[in-house]
């Protein structure tokens, strides 16, 4: 075998199963594109820090959503401002999920208890502040049957001074609730149409996105299997 | 597995590179540059409730708030939001109290319980006593509050107050919700004959000191709270105002000013007896002088009345530009010569801004008016949209350790909804 047949040779090899690599890739790709199903996507907002709702130990704020099937959550985002980026950087809050067990009518105040009862609330997770924008968590895992639940931004005296959340989003929540002490959380004085501030919620992968993945992984399979033959 | 392990390392190399290149990059995080806040402070006045003119938003009245005169509500969601903020120190701007009467003895009947306990002299206390209570977890969590005093709790109003059921217009009331009670207050003047309309009293003035005093200042329990590496210094309690303004009265713990660090604080008595609706300007001159001697970078004054009045639509002059416009610039002129800072209360409503000045020139320095603790509101609704002009709203002010002043302004409409930012300014270095 001369080095030059070798090299031929060593080509003609490593095509094909980075070829499969590559297909399976794209197909990969493609059902990672079909699974990232966002639940909840306001845009980022158009306000600034200026008018914009407080998020400390003193103020909470959450604004309700529908989700119109089960699912299950597997990352949120808040969009937050500081008026003290440099020092809030790294500072935590707490995302939070609760049912809307709504009280008849619902007048002032909603199902929504504050954390420290957990009452009503379904899952919670810490969530960093990162500078301003978009501040993530990850692998969730929470599972919603379909139905209306408020998503809520609040604080554990963590040290949290000046963040806000800019209002002026062009996709609303159909209502918004802060906390400030008292008995709960409280719709008064809130409008969907100016207090909604930036959130997105995105889903683990759906079933009908497992078929791509299948087939990659059946064409990668394919092709390892012609280069055996 | 040739090709593999060729195709490995083809990419490895590369791969490495980028984790490299990946690791050196600075996260978002790591690229903000921090300043420390050095020190911090909130600034809020006119918590005083008052039945007879007592906002819409406020109605109905709870029993509580009648019989002691604050806007309960508002003024503990202030607190709480203050609190949140943890600043060390919290000027109070004046109207903890309705006050207005005058704290004197003579206005004591001991016939009765009631000739007691409604008596002018008792109220205060009485009232004084429950605005002090309503702060003292605010002290205990870390907040020092720092007093001045206001007109309510220096001047008394002379003259019949009659007001409608379910009404109670004056410190000289009955505790019944549904009584109709005309009240006669009588104000004295600086030789003890009857006056009119309002005028600081000396029984007020002590009256404040007996009540407030133990605030001013209190060095123990403020370094307690103060950060790390600060501490209060050079507390000047003002006995010697009297003598430099031409005043009648003993304005010890009334005026007053002390250091914390690089910073300097001085609070102005802006209605002492005989020398109503004006502020100290040449004490604070020399105040001023000696703490630019001994490295004072940054001024802070709080007053009661604002030095130019806030004109809201329907606004009367009120502040101190409404009694001697002459001891208005001179007080404003020192202001300005230190690139201070005045917050002040009295009217019931935000306002931040430099002032237009009588030569139409705009201030270099701002006045911080944030008589917004509770008290009706001076606009009748509503406001045009945007405005805050009924707001609830507190100021926080930072000092950085590059010498950078940020003061933020917070508050919740008269709706009560969210806490907002209503507005921001950096100081220059």
Redesign the interface.
Known sequence: VTPKHQNNN?MK??TL??RALACACALTLAASHARASTLIDTQAPAGG??????V????W?AERFTLAQATTVSSISAFLLS?????D??KSLTLAVYADTSRGAETSIPDLDWFADQQGQLFQTGLTF??NGWSSASNLNWSLASGKYWFALETDGS?V??L?VPTGTPQFADKVA?Y??GTGY?T???SPSS?TFGLRVSAVPEPTSIPLALAGMSVMALLLRRRQA | MITFRSANRAIAPLFLALTAVAAALPSAAQAQTTDAVVLSFSTVGDSRQDPAKVDSTQKPMSQQDYQWLQNSKAWSRLMREISAKKPSMLFFNGDMIMGYGNADVSTVSTANVAGVVNSDLVRYYTQSAFWRGMVAPLIEAGTYVIPVAGNHEVQCRSGAVTTGTGIVASITSTNSFTGNWAANITCKDANGNAATGKLGMKTNEDAWRANFGDLIIDSARLNAVLPAGQSVSHINAGSTIAATEGLSTDQTQLSYSFDVGNNHFAVVNTDPAGADGTAPATWLQNDFTLAKSRGAAHFFVFGHKPAYTYMYPGATLGGLDASNIAKRDAFWNVIEGYSAVYFCGHEHIFNMRQPVKANGSVSSAWQVLVGSGGSPFDLAGPIPAGSTDRTYAFANVKVYQSGKVQIDAYGFSDTYGATKLLQSVTLPQ
């Open positions: 060593t090899y490593s199963p980075w820090l200026t008018n914009s709702p407080t400390d130990t003193s103020s704020l008026s003290d980026e440099g020092n950087i790294g990162n500078g040290g001074s000046g806000q802060f400030s002490g409280s008064n004085g809130m207090d």
